[in-house]
């Protein structure tokens, strides 16, 4: 954070559709946290059956194995392209069959029957500049991030992961799609955003800090944490006691049911520059709906009760007859009861 240069704030290309572009919080670590877009995961350990069939379904692909061509020099002429799972050299695939052999390899993939779906294939293709060394390299290890999307030649879902979406084409919108080019297409123009990006209406008309900022506030609302408000017995925890559906919402708030959790109150606003002074960072609110509950908010508290002995056990104290109509006969507030400042809550014997 004390650094003077910006570039650890950065979003990179290789970090497009797994790193959400607006959801960071601002100030000073604005960049350094980030959040993942709504499709993108981590992967898990996958079968080790699966991954142990590599050599043979690599060497069906047309890969010459490591033993059968270690005393062959590699010349110039015909480029073999090394072949690694997991950083492990298994063969080389001739320059002719790469790309066949790993389209194959990729429908493989997708049907998840002979190697695990999470596989990531890339293949670095030899170029005449300086560029990342050639050769197909595939990994198949946990915890590294991976989103879908559509394998455009067999109209299936894919997951990519992030050195391999470098070499893909991928396009976003239909029109976008080059014949004998285009390889894989996005399941959505949204898809790049984070849950809470996606519910900020009409993003694309507003200024770039300001959706930024709704990410931060989408969290802090105080909204419909949970519907189990009876048996939680969370140390703190906040409710909107009269929320809205909003009437006006992006298509993901349908998507994800949130009118099941409402985190909002819609509110007429009138916005008055007759003076040319404008007013900021407050509200007039009128007074007849703030007395009917408008943006009325509890907040429930959990008070754990220790007994000190164990021959200690809570009940009306008989001695106490002025606790009966304040504690019930357990020792505890009848249900549904209004508890005032100084009212004793509970009772031990």
Not at 58 to 71: K, Y
Not at 86 to 111: N, P, Q
Not at 302 to 320: G, M, Q, T, V
Not at 334 to 344: D, L, R, S, T
Request: charged share 20%; glycine share 6%; with cysteine.
């Amino acid at each position: 954070m004390e650094m003077r240069t910006t570039e650890v704030r950065q979003l990179l290309p290789d970090a497009w559709g797994f790193v959400c572009p607006v959801h960071t919080p601002d100030g000073a670590p604005c960049g350094l946290l980030n959040h993942l877009t709504m499709t993108a995961q981590v992967t898990h350990r996958p079968d080790q059956k699966l991954v142990a069939n590599f050599p043979q379904v690599l060497t069906r692909c047309g890969m010459e194995p490591i033993n059968s061509v270690a005393e062959v020099p590699l010349s110039e002429d015909i480029y073999k392209y090394p072949v690694f799972v997991d950083g492990r050299l298994l063969g080389y695939f001739s320059e002719d069959l790469v790309h066949r052999s790993c389209a194959l390899l990729r429908t493989l993939k997708i049907k998840g029957e002979e190697i695990p779906i999470t596989t990531e294939i890339v293949v670095v293709p030899k170029k005449q500049i300086c560029a990342q060394y050639p050769g197909v390299f595939i990994f198949t290890t946990e915890t590294r991030m991976m989103r879908p999307v559509i394998n455009l030649s067999l109209n299936q879902l894919e997951l990519i992961g992030t050195m391999e979406q470098l070499y893909l084409d991928i396009a976003v919108t239909p029109k976008e799609i080059y014949k004998g080019k285009t390889t894989h297409i996005e399941l959505s123009k949204s898809a790049f955003l984070s849950n809470l990006a996606q519910l900020v209406p009409m993003p694309d008309c507003n200024q770039s800090p300001r959706n930024m900022y709704q990410c931060q506030m989408g969290k802090q609302t105080m909204g419909t944490p949970i519907h189990t408000w009876q048996t939680n017995s969370d140390t703190k925890l906040y409710r909107l006691q009269t929320p809205a559906s909003p009437l006006f919402r992006p298509t993901h708030y349908d998507n994800i049911g949130l009118d099941d959790y409402p985190c909002g109150t819609n509110a007429i606003v009138a916005v008055i520059s007759y003076t040319g002074y404008d007013m900021e960072d407050a509200m007039i609110i009128n007074k007849s709906s703030h007395e009917r509950g408008f943006a009325h908010g509890s907040v429930y508290k959990a008070d754990f009760i220790e007994l000190k002995s164990s021959a200690s056990y809570f009940c009306r104290d008989p001695a106490k007859p002025e606790l009966n109509e304040i504690l019930d006969i357990d020792g505890l507030p009848f249900v549904g009861a209004k508890i005032k400042a100084e009212e004793p809550f509970y009772s031990r014997v």
